[in-house]
């Protein structure tokens, strides 16, 4: 199962309280004081681990405790801190911190393997009545409780992070594409709607070049309105450094592919993405389109009309099979070279 967003309660350690206690010796009628502080209750971090790439085990264990420091004891013992609690998610995972309205907001982006972030500080611990002794005051009997630990609802939404996504309508051949592609093996049918969750795909090519590649379900039109299974998985592609139109040019689609493109063009235009990051605007990546299923072209008319709008509108495009692996080659090399290429002033990945 592909989880992208789960809910979690993260709840970080009281410290321990400090401790009122006096020295009891034979020889010394009135001790001073002897009581230790609390120790600090245990804090609670998230951080990107390489072993995971879902977030599916938060789905079925939500909720996290830390440890509370232990209390303060007589003879000045400190009491033990409570042990912190690191949590593992993959690589990729925005952490929001969701206030009681429900409000989300971002606390961090745990993008590289060991990025790290505290989401829950344990409580400090109670000064025990040894700490509170003056020159005025030998027998404090004051101590102090430990503080609370930090209490926390969090949301955690994995973003894929991929350098080449799919799009297109259902049934165009995505799944087909990155199978044909990479070692990815996603469900492929003869039905709309048969990718439900987003597929990665690693593609090698020779001399040691690989990228990722990631297909999303389909989309539709009035995808950015909810329809069909509306745009949730677009937010995957956000960090994409190009983005490869899916069309299918034979009559089995029963749409035109022309008018196709342009649906899906308008879909991506309206995606309000999570942020203002223009780097993150699908409608301004760089794009490619491919035009499959040229094995059962019956209508040449078809891609040749798709052909002329691409040109007019600057988009290289590739026809290709995804069965048969005609014209795939061609476009894994084009995919490369979008890829590789670092645009003007970016910051390196
Ligand atoms: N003839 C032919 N059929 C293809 C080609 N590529 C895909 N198909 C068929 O088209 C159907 C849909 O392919 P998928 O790869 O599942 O399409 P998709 O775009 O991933 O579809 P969703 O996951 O529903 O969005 C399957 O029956 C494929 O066998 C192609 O190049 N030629
Ligand atoms: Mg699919």
Same mark, same amino acid.
């Given at each position: 199962m592909f989880v992208d967003e789960v809910d979690i309660h993260v709840e970080a350690g009281d410290g321990g309280n400090g401790c009122l206690s006096f020295r009891r010796e034979t020889k010394v009628p009135r001790g001073g004081p002897n009581g230790g502080d609390g120790g600090r209750g245990g804090s609670i971090y998230l951080v990107a681990s390489p072993h995971h790439n879902t977030l599916v085990t938060y789905r079925f264990h939500p909720q996290f405790k830390a440890p509370r420091g232990r209390h303060g004891e007589g003879s000045n013992r400190t009491g033990q801190n409570g042990d912190d609690l690191v949590l593992e998610v993959p690589p990729g995972t925005v952490v929001y911190d969701v206030s009681t309205d429900g409000d989300a907001v971002p606390l961090a982006d745990l993008t590289a393997v060991d990025d790290r972030v505290l989401v829950a500080r344990g409580g400090r611990g109670g000064r025990g009545n040894a700490a509170f002794a003056t020159s005025t005051n030998r027998a404090p009997r004051r101590v102090e409780r430990g503080g609370a630990g930090e209490v926390r609802d969090l949301k955690l939404r994995l973003k894929l992070i991929a350098d080449v996504g799919l799009v297109g309508f259902p049934n165009a051949g995505k799944s087909t594409l990155i199978a044909r592609l990479s070692a990815a093996r996603p469900k492929i049918a003869d039905y709309p709607f048969t990718t439900l969750t987003p597929n990665l795909g690693v593609v090698q090519l020779s001399d040691d070049r690989s990228f990722v590649v990631a297909d999303v379900p389909g989309l539709v039109e009035g995808a950015h309105r909810g329809? /069909? =299974? /509306?745009?949730?998985? =677009?937010a995957h592609l956000e960090r994409t450094k190009v983005l490869v139109h899916v069309i299918d040019v034979s009559s089995a689609s029963g749409r035109d592919p022309v008018e196709d493109y342009d649906v899906i063009c308008r879909e991506l235009e309206l995606f309000a993405g999570l942020d203002d990051d223009p780097a993150h605007a699908l409608a301004e990546k760089p794009r490619m389109a491919a035009a499959n299923k040229i094995d059962a072209l019956d209508d040449p008319d078809r891609l040749k009309r798709l052909e002329a709008h691409l040109a007019q509108a600057g988009v290289p495009l590739f026809p290709i099979s995804a069965v048969t692996g005609e014209g795939v080659d061609a476009l894994a090399e084009a995919m490369w070279r979008e890829v590789a290429r670092e645009p003007a002033g970016a910051e390196p990945r």
């Open positions: 329809h /069909g =299974l /509306g745009t949730r998985f =677009l």
